[in-house]
């Protein structure tokens, strides 16, 4: 395993470790703390896809813009 792998392996293992924690000395009740983790879930779930579609779309950008050189340098030729 090289060393960025041994770093994300490691900082997933503390964020699990703290998530556990955190639910079991948590002083809500059982729900409440289910509520919260939903709620968080759901805030990162949302933050991934927004910061997906957001590479897609510089992905497409990209891609166009290479079309676009692609279709100048045949016209040239």
């Known amino acids: 395993m090289n060393n960025n792998a041994k770093i994300l ?5 503390g964020l699990a470790a703290g998530a556990i924690l955190g639910v079991l000395f948590a002083p809500d009740k059982g729900t409440e703390t289910r ?38 340098t045949e016209e040239n030729f």
């Open 9 to 13: 392996t490691a900082l997933g293992a």
């Open 35 to 72: 509520k919260k983790i939903n709620q968080q879930g759901q805030k990162l779930a949302d933050a991934v896809k927004d910061k997906f579609n957001k590479g897609k779309e510089k992905l497409n950008g990209l891609k166009e813009e290479l079309n676009e050189k692609m279709s100048m």
